[in-house]
């Protein structure tokens, strides 16, 4: 049996071959044809090949356990590289939009573009398997990394589409219309590949970073742990601070408990122990932290939005434990 480590290097290595058998072909079909569009593809694959690698790494190192200088592990060098992945892809998109401008400026005819038809409708279909296989494996390992590098080639099926789609026009344009200048496609099909680049890249920005600034949680996560802690009345009487952020497939849970003010040391202990197995059971790969109060009756406004007693129940609760602070007194 694979472990989930091991399965997320194995993808992720296979990732690097095979985005390294692309930018060799691509680029010996783009200078054999002399195609911006398929060198500009190639970049892409570049860059591709690039975050593959820095995929790699960051899985391999991200699934080191915590120690005495990462005591929280090492989970947010996944989200570091997708964000290192998207600056790349910004860079290369204005490789290519330079380079496709210069092509219309100063165009030059294109020889036998039906082996850059071929060559992109090959790269997409080896993209599609590539990237169906990362994305399956980055879901089930909650890998940032992988899922980023799955983006990184769903975007290259498109380009690639898109570019095949324009080498194709100019193609049979050549043989139906011969006396139609189409030249100027492959350019404009390099630029339609540089935007779509550009937009994976800022939404991968996003994805990546948001984790590097401890966000919350999705929302439906969120619902899962006060589900959770809802579902432990009595004896939790209340909860709150409750704060979540996540790195790389690691997340981290805490929050203050209200409990009844005489529950015991061992009975504290069993609740919470109790409550942070449901909670790693419902999310995985997730650190609980629980700090026990004793619970007076009297919700202040940091814990009013948590309280679970009713107001018949918060009376009740605060009557005794003044009749209780009265009798320690005397």
Known sequence: MIS?????????TFSVISNTFLVLA?????????????????????VDLVAAIIALVAVRTSGKPADKDHPFGHGKIENISGTIEALLIFLAAGWIIYEAIQKLLHPRLLDEAGWGVLVMFFSAVMNMV????????????????LQADAWHLRTD???????????ACMWAGKKVF????????????????????????????????????????????????????????????????????????????DFHLLVNGHMTLEAS??????????????????????????????????????????PAEQTHVHQKHQTQAKARKK
């Open 269 to 310: 202990h069993d609740l919470t122990d109790d409550l942070e197995g449901h909670i790693e059971e419902k999310l995985n790969n997730t650190s609980v932290t629980i700090h026990i109060e004793p619970c007076n009756g009297y919700c202040s406004q940091v814990c009013r939005e948590g309280c679970l007693l009713s």
């Open 157 to 167: 099926v498109w380009t690639s589409m898109g570019v095949m789609g324009g080498l």
């Open 130 to 145: 590539v990237s169906n296989l990362l994305f399956k494996v980055g879901k089930e390992t909650d890998s940032m990394a």
């Open 26 to 46: 691509k680029i010996f079909v783009g200078v054999l044809i002399g195609s911006v569009s398929v060198i500009s593809e190639a970049i892409h694959s570049g």
């Open 178 to 253: 011969p006396g139609i200048n189409l030249q100027w496609l492959d350019p404009v099909a390099a630029i339609g590949v540089a935007l779509l680049i550009v937009r994976a890249a800022y939404d991968l920005t996003l994805q990546s970073g948001r984790d590097l600034l401890d966000t919350a949680l999705e929302p439906a996560e969120i619902k899962w742990v006060r589900e959770i802690i809802f579902g432990h009345v009595p004896p939790v009487c209340g909860y709150h601070r409750l704060r979540t952020r996540k790195a790389g497939a690691d997340r981290f849970v």
């Open 4 to 12: 989930l480590q091991n399965k997320k290097t194995l993808v992720a």
